[in-house]
């Protein structure tokens, strides 16, 4: 990582140290914790989904909306990269997808703007995003519950929305000077008030 080759003073991480990084001399400050939603596009009449359907889905067993009452078209299902912080996330906190094997008829997107896109303007899709996306889209994505729990910054709070990624800040060694006061600000009050106007629980 850039980081710990001292290209850059801070890096960004949307996920824990792996036990080979914790080796390479860096430090990780959690600063926010940040829902990953399940969104579909506003054409898909739906607002909850379970653990279990999710899955189908991915699966290639339930491919079509009306299975799940919400409408008569032919799902289409959106992914992002296996070694994507996003994707590893909901392998770690969904089950049922931990080992999952993904359906050939599940299309990957590359990166997080592009997944945007596609649900933004495409009809029948699903696909992993954020709430900042989510927000950012007007209404054109909706973000589903996930077992009957929204993915809110209260149901984070609380531990209830179980897909969370866990964002930090990566120097390498302990942060001194400059750098040590930038993470100070973020870890205020006035970069607690930052961090919920972009949807996300600032982390203390």
């Known amino acids: 990582m850039s980081a710990s080759e001292g290209k850059v003073d801070i890096g960004m991480s949307a996920r824990p140290l792996k036990d080979n990084e914790k080796g390479l001399g860096v430090q990780a400050v959690e600063i926010s914790r940040a829902a990953t939603v399940i969104g579909v596009n506003r054409s898909v009449a739906l607002k ?27 799902i289409l299902a959106l992914t992002r990269p296996d070694k994507d912080a996003t994707k590893e996330t909901v392998r770690m906190y969904v089950p049922c997808f931990k080992d999952l094997k993904e359906s ?26 954020d709430s900042v996306a989510v927000e950012d889209s007007a209404g054109a994505i909706v973000p589903l519950k996930l077992d009957g729990v929204e ?54």
């Open 104 to 129: 050939p008829s599940v299309i990957t997107i590359a990166t997080a703007p592009e997944m945007t896109k596609v649900l933004n303007s495409r009809p029948n899709t699903i696909g992993f995003t």
């Open 48 to 74: 909850d989904i379970s653990s279990d359907h999710l899955c189908r889905i991915y699966e290639g067993r339930v491919t079509n909306w009306k299975d799940l009452g919400a409408g008569k078209d032919p």
């Open 151 to 204: 993915p809110s910054p209260d149901q984070i709070k609380s531990g209830k929305y179980k897909i969370i990624k866990h964002n930090f800040l990566v120097t390498k060694g302990q942060a001194a000077g400059p750098v040590k006061d930038f993470i100070g600000f973020i870890r205020s009050p006035k970069g607690a008030r930052i961090i919920q106007a972009h949807k996300a629980v600032p982390v203390k």
